[in-house]
């Protein structure tokens, strides 16, 4: 008699519209930050994927842009990866904000369910934002609209109900191998999530003067032989001479101030203290040009 315990794995590929939580919640579940957050939309332009390995289960979660009406090739690379993501994975998780009601933007998202054979969740995030009597009218809005294998409301903020999701989800797991090993949280290179990480403070510290025209390459990131630092040097990417100024700031304590907060972000993701040397440079219309999208590390032929 055999009495081994079955071990299941599968890929979750998480849609939904802009801003809808799809990161904090990845964030959430790994259990440290791999995806960058920001209350603007689209901050995630590549597919990031998360590992999260337990007892008898391992979960890779593909966290991807929100889905939108492109407006530059940027936006057209964007809307690719988060449709092929529909391929391929186990389950589906379709993220929508609770607070907001069912709208173009999500029947759009719908229309590409119906020729999808993969089982797919509808995950209600952000119920923290909304009164409990509330949550009822949500739930029958969509209910109509597809035949959702599960429908499981959460907040990814505050950790509510996210067990109950991966309690669920299990369900809908092939039996399988780890993938991955234990420890190993993404499948993302560290020069990868580094950059993402300037990109966030970038974001954030510019608010709305600095729109998705932003990139980040890492030019090296090397250890210091001698002493336990990891020097990176990075350039921050944008369109226009008037947002390089912005990103640099008076006396130069806009790019301080970045590269300051997304310091420590980076060392508490390598385990090491790291010297950090910011550079702005202008690429004109680089969302337009696929040699620099390329160069700026998107590649459609990966997705």
Do not use: C
């Not at 802009?18 to 995806?35: C, D, E, H, M, W």
């Not at 994975?89 to 759009?108: L, R, S, Y």
């Not at 409301?153 to 780890?178: C, F, H, R, W």
């Amino acid at each position: 008699m055999n009495n081994e315990q079955t071990h299941k794995s599968g890929f979750i590929s998480i849609i939904g519209r802009p801003n809808v939580g799809k990161s904090t919640f990845l964030n959430r579940v790994i259990g440290q930050k791999i995806a960058i957050m920001s209350d603007k939309p689209q901050t995630t332009r590549n597919k990031v994927q998360g590992v999260l390995t337990t007892a008898d289960a391992q979960f890779i979660f593909i966290d991807t842009p929100g889905i939108h009406k492109p407006k530059h090739k940027l936006g057209d690379f964007m809307m690719k990866v988060a449709q092929n993501t529909l391929k391929g994975v186990d389950v589906v998780f379709f993220m929508v904000n609770a607070e907001e009601g069912f709208g173009k933007g999500e029947e759009f998202i719908i229309e590409k369910f119906q020729s999808v054979q993969t089982p797919i969740f509808l995950v209600i995030n952000k119920i923290d934002q909304i009164h409990p009597d509330q949550l009822l009218s949500v739930i029958e809005s969509y209910k109509e609209k597809y035949d959702f294998k599960e429908i499981v409301p959460i907040s990814a903020l505050e950790g509510n109900n996210v067990d109950t999701l991966l309690e669920q989800l299990k369900e809908y797991m092939p039996e399988g191998p780890q993938y991955y090993p234990a420890d190993q949280v993404t499948d993302h290179p560290e020069h990868f999530i580094v950059s993402e990480l300037i990109r966030e403070k970038a974001l954030h510290l510019t608010r709305e003067e600095i729109p998705h025209s932003l990139a980040v390459v890492i030019d090296k990131m090397k250890k210091k032989d001698d002493k336990d630092i990891v020097h990176v040097m990075a350039t921050i990417i944008v369109e226009r001479d008037s947002q390089k100024g912005i990103v640099i700031g008076k006396q130069g304590k806009m790019l301080k101030e970045i590269g300051q907060r997304a310091r420590l972000d980076i060392e508490n993701l390598l385990g090491s203290k790291v010297f950090l040397e910011l550079w702005v440079k202008v690429q004109k219309d680089w969302r337009n040009k696929m040699t620099q999208l390329r160069d700026f590390g998107f590649r459609e032929d990966e997705y």
